[in-house]
């Protein structure tokens, strides 16, 4: 019998990679995208296909798993510097977006006739999108660190932070819900509250030891372990706490993204985010009931259509009343007009309280996974509806296979002139770009530019990174510099690399990043505006070069002193115009001063501090 069993069991794990083996490659043949495919292929396999699961439900739990190593990989990609600055987004943006969009969709339920706490309860869960299918459609389209992209993150984590106050008004919509006490209500949000805090502490204060421990070890399968169980863990603790696995796996990334082995961290848990994410899609599409589908398909169609637009409606209403481009608020519209993961969950719970009944669930969860079916075919008909304005690549080069020994990134005003010197010197050097008309003009006056963009690493392959002597990093934009900067350093290690940095902030992250040198862009040429001011006012050509180096000397200084006290640290080093803070010498003269006449001597007495 156990045998039996065993053999069973092997058959469904076996059906299950067929199937996304087989359906994935022909749906991405035919353009469809990984996400349908695997939709696809859990229908034909699932309890209302062939029939090869009977139980759908315990293999979309285990699944969920992928979602949650999902974001704890879009975690690293996040440091906690860079989610502050995503803050009015997240509690602005998001916060607008799911409040809009929950009263839209209520009132089409109460249009449809239904009962308000139940219209509420249907809408509220489908506002919650699919984290998994809109990061998968993000990273396939490489558009997660863009700025639209982390628009969209933004509202992605106010949604899983929303998972909290409905499960409670769930809990007061109930029939006799409004029994609960308000104390147990607050009790409930300071344990989420202590659960994050916890968290927090903990990544802050513990990760880093621990795997600095672990790495001392030396035993590459305990690094995996030890990568696994801080990702399962923190999952662990924030749903016992009451809020989602995926908003404490995601906070460990965050916590992680500074860690020095935040690149080995990704590595270990590649493998397991992406198998266990596309079980998760396949078991969606095994948890579609098709007798439902069937029985209620008038409703199904209607109410799928209805939430559908509804929610794209009040998505790109919202972006536009935040100044956002048409464009992007109809991508934004698009991406996010399905409903999610977290609906379920909903669902579920209303269930259990009586508010819906399970006819009702099986109807509403039916209608959230036809919207996640759907969402790729919209963003497949957006494509040809709204095609990309794609910049003409006549007459332009890809970067491949370069050999220059210098590799020049970015090719406008500052890595013009910075090439001069190398080019002077005989030395090879490779440029690329990805502004293509640029490139094109930089031909007419005789320079030869690739096409590529210097944040992806298989283009800083193709373009030569890993056989150059040196990197120069031209780039305006400061956070494709540093970007780019982290990205070399951290597979080219021992690769020489010089950066233009656009002010002081980014010149300090740079350095953090492990360039070899960096440069403010303006600095140098201040310098000797500066230089030339004084010598156009009568000043010695000698002393006008005494006063840049102390200039230069006192720069310096204060960039040691905020390198390791923070970007406000070392003001005694500026001299300001309003008398105060008075700079200090860089060092102690070795002589007192000395009065050479009395008036002299008095001011002396005045500047010693009292016994």
Known sequence: MAVEASSSDLVQVVA?????VVAVPIFKRVGLGSILGYLAAGVVIGPFGLGVFSESEAILHVAELGVVMFLFIIGLEMQPSRLWGLRREIFGLGALQVGVCAVLLTAVGVAGGFPISQSFVAGAGFVLTSTAIVMQLLEERGEIAEPKGQRIVSVLLLEDLAIVPLLALIAFLAPGGADTSLTERFTEVGIGLAAIVGLVLAGRYLLNPFFRILADARAREVMTAAALLVVLGSALAMQLSGLSMAMGAFLAGVLLSESTFRHQLEADIEPFRGILLGLFFLAVGMSLDLHVVVANWRLIAIYVVAYMVMKAFGIYIVARVLKTGHREALQRAVFMAQGGEFAFVLYSAAAAVGIIDNQANATLTAIVIISMVLTPLAIIALRYLTPRDEQSLDGVDVADGLTGSVLIIGFGRFGQIASQPLLLRGIDVSIIDNDVEMIQ???????KVYYGDGTRLDILRAAGAGRARAVLICVDKPDVAVRIARLIKAEFPLLTVLARAFDRGTALQLIRAGVDFQLRETFESA???????????????????????????????RFETQLAEGVRAGQRFLRGNIGTPIPTPLTQPRRT???????????????EPAD
């Open 16 to 20: 299950l990679l067929a199937a996304g």
């Open 441 to 447: 003009a930089a031909a007419d006056f005789g320079f």
């Open 527 to 557: 310098l000797v505006f500066g230089g030339s001011a004084l010598e156009s006012l009568g000043i010695d050509a000698e002393d006008v070069t005494e006063v840049i180096e102390d200039v230069r000397r006192r720069d310096t200084a």
């Open 593 to 607: 001063g000395q009065a050479l006449n009395e008036e002299t001597a008095g001011v002396l007495h005045k500047s």
